[in-house]
């Protein structure tokens, strides 16, 4: 199922979790690509400068651990009920943090 | 205006969706995504992002009990108001061990008060225990009941072992246009 696609990288709808721990803040991925996601924030939220650090959290059906990355909120939207942000991956805090991304894409593909 | 739900091409007032607690999550998913309501004034992406959450807690509750039962999701068009129902057999759950007090009004609720920081810390953030709060914030009709083998509802009994609750069902309802001025809202 295809997210509409504005970017290089095709994007997949997607259900899992993140936090941003610097900041406390829990969202939720709704599209996933190669190089990014879509998180909606369910609360208030102002996104920092520069990059931040990012927990994805699979959803357990998955059965994948939680992994760190390093992201860049590049853009962010406020509708009535969430803040949707577009972030950036950076980098992966390890390889597997890596190819569990790259599985959670291959799993809503 | 013609209101209706848009299923796979065809148009539908009333719509039953069943799933199996052992689907996998992306099935859920692209089936959930593939309701459409053209004519809908509010976000249906996010009404249904909502709908996701509990649909989630359903499959994780009867998993836990092994249940095979299938979850039902009932969506239903009354005029142009949206009328949701799920139902799981997920023996139900003790409201009390939520982060917040299901029965307070939406505004008295904070999703950074520490209660929500301690519970997604003790279920190692797998776990936000916001859905529901973030459903009732949602749509303006919320009703959650447990109910019996019988399809009695019933209620969950603190302390107890409950093994009378079946499961749980989530009533959910809102208005998907703009209302007109003047018009007394009778819902």
Known sequence: ?109 | METYIEFREKKYKHLILTISPFSPFNEVLKILNSVRIPWSKIRIDQLFYAVLELINNSIRAQKEKDCHDKIRLEIRIEGTWLKLKLQDAGGGFDTARLPYDINAAIQDISLNQPSFLAYREKHQYKRFGMGLFITKKTFTIFRLTFYNEEDQPVDWIPEGKNTHIKGTIIDLGIDLVEKNEGRKQTR
């Not at chain 1, 990012?54 to 994948?64: A, D, K, Q, Y």
């Open chain 1, 1 to 109: 199922m295809k997210a509409e696609n504005k970017r290089d990288n095709d994007r997949e709808i997607c259900y899992s979790k993140v936090f941003f721990e610097e900041h406390n803040i829990p969202g939720y991925i709704r599209d996933i690509s190669k190089s990014g996601i879509k998180v909606d924030i369910p609360l208030q939220f102002t996104p920092p400068e520069g990059e931040c650090s990012m927990m994805i959290i699979p959803h357990e059906i998955l059965g994948l651990p939680p992994f760190k990355t390093r992201c860049e909120i590049r853009w962010a939207k406020h509708s009535t009920i969430y803040h949707s942000l577009g972030v950036l991956i950076v980098s992966w805090a390890s390889e597997k943090g890596k190819n569990d991304y790259n599985s959670l894409i291959d799993y809503y593909s």
